[in-house]
């Protein structure tokens, strides 16, 4: 997470963009770190449970795309799908949106292809909505 915010705040010295709100980005970054952290949370819970057997293991490779474009916004979602427990982002294609992502069973590649709620939540951060 330091990083992500290290690099947020710093990224915009370094590639500046015209007409972009920075200080708008950074006040919708705080809160979506807030749930990013929460969802880690509720994913440590269910990856503890398949891995003590309560649910069970159904892995999985999904391709999904999305409409994220700009190169941070793609980044933070990777990044975002791997730090989450029972997750992780095996490969972008950043001119189609296209993403590779391994889950450890249906409901993790669900929340990723069918409610999209981190998706938006990135897209509403970077203004892509």
């Known amino acids: ?7 947020f705040l710093t990224y915009e010295i370094f590639v ?6 920075v200080l708008l980005k950074i006040r919708r970054l705080i809160p979506y770190i807030g749930w990013e952290l929460w969802q880690i949370y509720l994913a440590t819970i269910d990856v503890t449970k ?3 057997g309560i649910l069970p293991v159904d892995p999985r490779i999904i391709e999904f795309d999305t409409t994220l474009r700009s190169d941070f916004a793609l980044v933070t979602f990777a990044n975002s799908i791997t730090l989450t427990p029972g997750t992780i982002t095996i490969d972008i294609e950043p001119e189609k949106g296209r993403y ?4 450890i069973a249906k409901e993790p590649a669900e929340s990723l292809t069918v ?5 938006k939540k990135v897209g509403h951060v970077f203004m892509e909505e």
């Open 115 to 119: 409610d999209q709620t981190m998706q």
């Open 16 to 21: 500046p963009s015209r007409g972009e709100n």
């Open 1 to 7: 997470m330091a990083a992500l915010i290290v690099s």
């Open 100 to 103: 590779i992502v391994h889950a």
């Open 50 to 52: 398949r891995v003590l």
